[in-house]
């Protein structure tokens, strides 16, 4: 099955407002975090990353969280703006070896002005 | 601020015929590493590289797929005779390190197989 999952496949926020995007997570042994995002046409971008040692980090507006006890994961952006209009993928990572990134199906952020 | 650089931005070939994608890694970057997506799906691991040879790949990864790092600074992915489900847009990607640390891609290469 999926190791990476995503609970909402589209989100629509009023620009201003604070979007918040979900991620679960299947495989105990992953240790490494990552957040994309991807515009129309082009390659992932990072944003943020985290390790399992920590439960939250932030970021230039955004925040990343993660939730072990539930294999949960989510991505803060703080004060939406119209660019921030993307698909936003959660890849994760096992910190040792040769453990490919395994990403989760993405969440597609609209931004209304 | 460096990038991982490919080429050709988008390609259209015939079935069966033979395509090389090409990437430039970042240059202080150790680990490289092609993904595809099929359009409107996730992003999928294709094969992993490390020291001149495959560290990692996935049941993608046929024999019908090569990795080659001909130089010093580029790294291709050559699919040997395309077929119509390789339509996808091709990432590479590299890292400084390998596993657990940040992978950093490129813009993509779309293939269109007819």
């Known amino acids: 099955g999926e190791s990476v999952g995503l609970h909402l496949p589209t989100l629509s926020v009023q620009e201003g407002d604070n979007s918040i995007i979900n991620c679960a997570y299947s495989n105990s042994a992953s240790d490494y975090f990552i957040w994309y995002k991807q515009e129309s046409g082009k390659g992932p971008q990072f944003i943020i990353d985290i390790r399992s040692n920590m439960d939250k980090r932030q970021g230039q507006r955004v925040t990343v969280l993660l939730n072990k006890t539930v294999k949960h994961l989510s991505l803060q952006i703080a004060a939406t703006q119209p660019g921030d209009s993307a698909v936003y993928f959660c890849?994760?990572?096992?910190?040792?070896?040769?453990?490919?990134?395994?990403f989760g199906k993405g969440t597609r952020l609209s931004v209304i002005a | 601020e460096p990038e991982v650089t490919q080429t050709p931005s988008h390609q259209v070939t015939q079935m069966g015929q033979e395509v090389i994608l090409r990437c430039v890694p970042i240059?202080?970057?150790?680990?490289f590493y092609w993904y595809r997506q099929i359009l409107g799906q996730k992003v999928e691991f294709l094969v992993s590289f490390y020291n001149n040879e495959i560290s990692e790949k996935s049941e993608i990864f046929d024999d019908q797929f090569s990795v080659e790092r001909p130089d010093g600074s580029n790294f291709t992915l050559k699919i040997r005779s395309t077929k119509l489900e390789d339509s996808a847009m091709y990432f590479c990607?590299?890292?400084?390190?390998?596993?657990?640390?940040?992978?950093?891609f490129g813009e993509g290469s779309w293939l269109t197989v007819v």
């Open positions: 990607a590299s890292s400084k390190q390998g596993a657990g640390n940040t992978i950093y």
């Open positions: 890849a994760e990572n096992i910190d040792s070896g040769n453990t490919p990134l395994v």
């Open positions: 240059s202080n970057h150790l680990y």
